[in-house]
């Protein structure tokens, strides 16, 4: 069973940073696609950024991208790194990911394509106050 653990969460001041990390385990480390997603109160859940084994493919939401960066770190870790966080950056960032030899899509980012990732962690908080 595949499981996703987040951690890195927490409170910064608008214009701060913050370094999420997602650990998996349980799974191949071949053929994947994996990343971030986030909730905030009263909104949909929204794709931040996705990126498959090798890096082969990797998304971003377009308004994001240059403040966001996903990348891979160690021992089957994805990681996000958020820079000059703003105010409606507040909200619980999950980790999800999908076992598939295809990889990574642009569109897994949007809509109900979320809810093809199979497995998804608890969820990390991130608070932005102005």
């Known amino acids: 069973q595949v499981q996703l653990v987040e951690s890195g969460g927490g409170s910064v001041q608008a214009g701060g940073s913050l370094r999420l990390s997602c650990v998996a385990s349980?799974?191949?480390?071949?053929?994947?696609?994996m990343g971030w997603f986030r909730e905030a109160p009263g909104k949909a859940r929204e794709g931040v950024a996705i990126t498959d084994s090798g890096d082969v493919n990797t998304y971003y939401e377009d308004s994001l991208k240059g403040r966001f960066t996903i990348s891979h770190g160690d021992q089957n870790t994805v990681n996000l790194q958020m820079r000059n966080l703003q105010p409606e950056d507040t909200a619980r960032y999950f980790c999800?990911?999908?076992?598939?030899?295809?990889?990574?899509?642009?569109?897994?980012?949007?809509?109900?394509?979320?809810?093809?990732?199979?497995?998804w962690g608890q969820g990390t908080q991130v608070t932005v106050s102005s």
């Open positions: 349980g799974y191949t480390k071949n053929n994947y696609c």
């Open positions: 999800a990911a999908d076992q598939r030899i295809s990889g990574c899509y642009w569109s897994d980012l949007f809509g109900d394509a979320a809810d093809n990732f199979r497995f």
